[in-house]
């Protein structure tokens, strides 16, 4: 029955060999090490595996107890009852979790092995009885297939199937070799998985008498397979057809696990009301009946997602509060208690409350992951602390995060496309800081190459549209316009993404109302942008572009329609969402719409009584340094130039220099030196040298304000020291 060979390790072509960081810290191996630590009684466990099958079984047997890897070779047993007989003298020794390797080799004919599987099928009950253990099969997906059809009644005793076959590897090969090798690995997993897919199409054509389980597990792979390769309708056709085969078989447990990748499509396409739906009513009940603790928790935490996807930052934040935290403490599950951790944080930060959850990342998220050794959520981590600190303002200590923390874990571990991610990061920070030569050349030459080489084509029009971003900053509004409506708009269509499409819709209106084009803006707003918002139920983003329809309003001169909007329209809503950050925006642009109506003392009292206290308190000092001169600018509309000029140069000036944003600097110093020139007497000499500094930056940019500067310059008859040194060198020459 055994072959004549004994096992050997599976090689690839590549001299694969184990890297922990990536492999111990995937969900895949995380879920198996958490079913083999929670085991009661005989539970049987496939693991698919390519490559380090033998590191893996290894690293298992370390880290659970009572475990033991049974290699199985000619020398050891010359047939099935043999094998049976070896697993309950371990059983007896008190041995929990057994690893069966080397089943791939061990036949040496197709009618041994399935002599042997049919043998397994029959003495599966002898076997559960006389072996109270974890039995865990290391498998190629060939040989699971054919388990499946060759030992059905064994096959629906699974307890959980986990899939090491496509799991990030490190190669033996020189760094130059291991970028070019890792560049072309997804496309070369693109393939395998096609592949398979093909494979499972044939085989279900050509075994029409299957039976329905393995029919339905089949289907969820090739549903699993498509989702990945981003063909979701095809994907939504496999989930419904496993789900109404687990539904005709009674199998709970199966169906609710196929409604919940239906629910994951619907979720990825925008219709939340449909997924939240099967969460609730298809999923939840399930588990609560089977008393899946932890698959109860899990399907709460998504529809946590759900909620906070649409602004309902209360309810979502309940959740993890009191369902899903809870779950993972009591179970000791430290991982997905960071993860959630991270989550709630999420949600601080959403709500604008950033030291909250700066603690949480710094003292609860953080020492979790650097505990375990899991250097990519640590990276990840060390990320989101940079997002709070760029929402603070604080750019220079998040470009430094995300230059020297972040960036070296991505390059290190081979992983091309999160250090692409991370180079937008940067790009953002830049841009931020009004360095868009800087951020454009990095959206240019280190993301989108990246995104293009993968074919990850949503990740590419999202880059494609921050180059716009950067094109509408510097006035080039008319090639923004044709990114977003050529190159952004017809992928997400494709993709069938009503949120990305309605969001570009949008910018695309943004640049309309900078051309001067309120009418077109406003038709978009109203008719393409708001019903997609309604419809998905999204009150935070509907609130978003009503502000921007009463932006278009009061740019037309219709305060009053503008003001109802803010105070009827967005104003509750942020109120009701806890979102004190945007609710202080909002007062903010409140208090616009009042100086623009003459309201001077009103709109200073919003400024200094409501929206700043809140910037203050939450750390914000960039918003600060806004709102500080916002009230600059009331001083200046009175007359009070002093009092202008104060607050320019102590509160704004010297923020921005801090923060290192060249953007809002020349905006400073623009307004600082028209002040200076309506003082009495004027400060010319101060006044021309910052706005000579001012349009070098704006040139540099180049941004539209350039324009702006020189008109100033020309009004008040002044000329920047590179004119004078022209002119000078040129009579010295006569």
Request: net charge negative; with cysteine; hydrophobic share 40%.
């Amino acid at each position: 029955m055994p072959s004549k060979h004994s096992e050997t390790r599976i090689l690839s072509p590549y001299n694969f060999h184990f890297d922990a960081d990536k492999i111990l810290n995937t969900d895949e191996f995380q879920r198996l090490l958490k079913a083999l630590q929670s085991a009661k009684g005989f539970q049987l466990l496939f693991a698919q595996f390519n490559y380090y099958r033998d590191d893996l079984a290894d690293r298992l047997c370390a880290i659970v107890p009572k475990s033991h890897c049974m290699s199985v070779t000619e020398s050891q047993f010359s047939s099935y009852a043999d094998w049976q007989q070896r697993l309950i003298q371990l059983a007896q020794q008190d041995v929990q979790v057994v690893h069966v390797l080397g089943l791939n080799t061990w036949f040496n004919s197709s009618a041994a092995q399935l002599e042997w599987l049919h043998v397994l099928n029959y003495q599966r009950e002898t076997l559960a009885k006389q072996c109270s253990i974890s039995l865990v099969f290391w498998v190629t997906a060939d040989f699971l297939t054919l388990l499946a059809l060759e030992a059905p009644d064994m096959w629906a005793w699974r307890s959980g199937v986990f899939d090491f076959s496509a799991q990030p590897v490190k190669r033996d090969i020189s760094d130059h070799q291991m970028r070019s090798v890792d560049s072309f690995l997804p496309v070369a997993e693109k393939v395998r998985r096609q592949q398979r897919l093909d494979e499972l199409s044939q085989y279900l054509q050509q075994h029409a008498d299957v039976s329905p389980s393995l029919r339905a597990a089949l289907l969820q792979e090739q549903g699993d397979l498509f989702f990945a390769l981003g063909e979701v309708g095809a994907a939504y056709h496999c989930f419904e057809q496993a789900y109404q085969l687990y539904q005709a078989e009674q199998n709970e447990r199966y169906a609710a696990e196929a409604r919940g990748r239906i629910a994951d499509i619907l979720q990825s396409r925008g219709e939340l009301d449909e997924a939240l739906a099967i969460r609730q009513q298809e999923e939840l009940p399930v588990y609560e009946r089977l008393g899946d603790v932890r698959s109860k928790a899990v399907t709460m935490g998504k529809i946590a997602d759900i909620l906070q996807f649409r602004g309902e930052l209360d309810e979502a934040l309940a959740i993890r509060q009191q369902e899903e935290l809870p779950v993972y403490e009591r179970l000791g599950d430290v991982r997905e208690k960071a993860v959630t951790m991270g989550k709630i944080a999420d949600i601080l930060q959403d709500r604008g409350e950033l030291d909250e959850a700066l603690a949480i990342r710094q003292q609860e998220q953080l020492p979790i992951f650097e505990r375990l050794g899991d250097v990519r959520s640590k990276a990840v981590t060390m990320g989101k602390i940079a997002d709070i600190l760029q929402d603070r303002g604080e750019l220079n200590e998040a470009l430094m995060i995300r230059q020297q923390e972040q960036l070296p874990i991505f390059e290190r571990l081979g992983d091309v496309r999160s250090k692409a991610v991370a180079m937008g990061y940067i790009a953002d920070i830049l841009q931020s800081r009004g360095e868009l030569d800087e951020a454009l050349t990095i959206r240019q030459q280190e993301e989108l190459p990246v995104y293009e080489r993968l074919g990850d084509v949503h990740s590419k029009a999202v880059t494609m549209g921050q180059i716009a971003d950067i094109l509408q900053s510097r006035g080039e509004l008319n090639e923004a316009l044709a990114i977003r409506q050529q190159e952004q708009l017809p992928i997400f269509e494709r993709l069938g993404d009503v949120r990305e499409k309605a969001v570009t819709m949008g910018k695309i209106a943004d640049i309309l109302q900078d051309r001067g084009e309120l009418d077109e803006a406003l038709a978009i707003r109203q008719q393409e942008e708001l019903p997609v918002y309604e419809r998905l139920g999204d009150v935070r983003s509907k609130a978003v572009t009503m502000g921007k329809i009463a932006d278009i309003l009061q740019d037309r001169c219709e305060l009053d329609k503008a003001l109802a909007i803010r105070q009827q329209e967005q104003l509750p809503v942020y109120e009701r969402l806890g979102d004190v950050r945007e609710k202080a925006v909002t007062v903010g642009r409140i208090a616009d719409i009042l100086y623009q109506k003459g309201e001077l003392d009103k709109a200073l009292a919003i400024r200094q009584q409501e929206q700043l206290p809140i910037f203050e308190r939450l750390g914000n000092v960039r918003e600060k340094a806004v709102t500080m001169g916002k009230i600059a600018d009331i001083f200046q509309s009175r007359g009070e130039f002093d009092k202008a000029l104060a607050i320019q140069q102590r509160e704004e000036l010297l923020v921005y220099e801090r923060l290192g944003d060249m953007r809002e600097l020349l905006v400073v110093k623009t307004k600082i030196a028209t002040n200076l020139m309506q003082i009495t007497p004027p400060r010319r000499a101060q006044a021309n040298r910052l706005l000579c500094q001012a349009l070098q930056s704006a040139k540099k940019m180049q941004i539209p304000e350039a324009q702006q500067i020189e008109m100033l310059l020309r009004h008040f008859k002044m000329k920047c020291n590179n004119n004078k040194k022209r002119v000078g060198t040129r009579k010295k020459v006569l």
